[in-house]
């Protein structure tokens, strides 16, 4: 049996394809095979893909696009690996990644069923390698989350401490990823960390303290989209959602957090205050906060922008007086 799938879907990326793929193919690992899911692409992914002459490419073609959660499903029922890995088609690997978590499940019980690791983003220029820098240093004054293990790890995907990032980061046995049914295919956000939650109720999961996936950002689902997942994906949680915020875990204020980010980039900023006052922030978020905003700025008028901003002020300033 193959030791490893990898699952590559994509979807008109025929750029940043070839990258994934060579990543993957470049493994310290011998024993693998990449699953390409060509999700209905009318660009030139056809033609990459035409160009591997590797037998362990192995091309699957949807006649129309089904969804990102359709096609990792679809590469998991082609799946002949022990293990399967998910890698998105804009991202790439680290030649050692599998080599890391195979090795950091080696001398662990049936219990552990997979492994994730850290990641990167590809944040080039002076503007990206300051927010780079900030985010290091707040980030400092956070507690360290719970990273590893089973029950232990529920709280902390559902408040968004721990980010274990299925569609490229994860590796689980296959046969645990399709007993659970594979990806949520009603979700157009927080698949990865719904998908993960149903792997943890077959097993454990470990951590790999290490940036082994560089992300690139190439865009996120509108902000109504993030607002409606969200409730869909807490509301299938509910009782676990109840249960960890008894212990101290700010969950929905997390996801007000999410969704205020996502309406600060695309301007539209009362929305984005209306769910930021009942948001969480700690100052690991500021630099991305601030960041998302500056996005919305320069999408609107410099008066807008100042009564907002003014606004905003006014309500930041408001929840720190209540809180004294």
């Given at each position: 049996?193959?030791r490893v ?8 990326r025929?750029a940043?394809l070839?990258r ?9 690992i ?15 992914t056809?033609a ?7 037998p362990r490419v192995?091309?699957v073609i949807?006649?129309?696009n ?10 998991l ?13 804009d991202?790439?690997?680290?030649p ?6 195979l090795?950091?499940l ?7 069923v ?7 983003y590809?944040?080039s220029?002076a ?21 590893e ?10 408040a ?14 296959t046969?645990?990823?399709r ?5 949520d295919?009603?979700l157009?956000?927080f698949q ?19 940036a082994?996936v560089?992300?690139?950002e190439?865009?996120?689902?509108p ?7 969200s ?17 101290g ?7 007000e957090?999410?969704?205020?980010k996502r309406?600060?980039?695309?301007g539209?900023?009362l ?10 922030a700690s ?8 960041w ?7 999408r ?6 100042a009564?907002l901003v003014a ?9 720190y007086?209540?809180s004294?």
């Amino acid at each position: 049996m193959t030791r490893v799938s990898v699952i590559i879907p994509t979807y008109n990326r025929a750029a940043t394809l070839p990258r994934a793929i060579d990543s993957a193919l470049a493994q310290t690992i011998d024993d693998l095979e990449v699953v390409v899911v060509d999700d209905g692409s009318t660009d030139d992914t056809e033609a990459v893909l035409a160009e591997y002459e590797d037998p362990r490419v192995r091309p699957v073609i949807h006649a129309t696009n089904r969804g990102a959660n359709v096609a990792r499903n679809t590469g998991l029922d082609h799946a002949r690996g022990e293990y399967v890995a998910f890698l998105d088609s804009d991202d790439e690997w680290q030649p050692a990644k599998l080599e890391r978590q195979l090795a950091a499940l080696e001398d662990r019980s049936s219990d552990w069923v997979g492994a994730y690791c850290g990641t990167a983003y590809d944040l080039s220029g002076a503007s990206g390698r300051l927010r780079s820098i900030a985010a290091s240093v707040l980030a400092r004054s956070d507690d360290e989350p719970t990273r590893e293990g089973g029950e232990e790890l529920i709280g902390e995907i559902l408040a968004d401490n721990v980010q274990p990032g299925a569609g490229s980061t994860l590796l689980v046995r296959t046969e645990v990823a399709r007993e659970v049914g594979g990806f949520d295919e009603d979700l157009d956000r927080f698949q990865d960390p719904e998908f993960c939650l149903r792997v943890l109720e077959c097993g454990n999961l470990a951590y790999v303290d290490a940036a082994l996936v560089r992300r690139n950002e190439t865009g996120h689902p509108p902000a109504d989209v993030t607002r409606t997942a969200s409730r869909q994906y807490l509301s299938a949680y509910e009782s676990e959602v109840e249960r960890f915020e008894a212990e101290g875990y700010e969950i929905r204020s997390r996801h007000e957090l999410i969704i205020a980010k996502r309406y600060f980039a695309e301007g539209r900023f009362l929305r984005a205050l209306w769910h930021f006052r009942k948001a969480g922030a700690s100052p690991r978020t500021y630099p991305g906060v601030c960041w998302v905003a500056g996005a919305g700025l320069r999408r609107r008028s410099r008066p807008i922008v100042a009564a907002l901003v003014a606004l905003l002020v006014v309500i930041t300033l408001g929840r720190y007086t209540r809180s004294e």
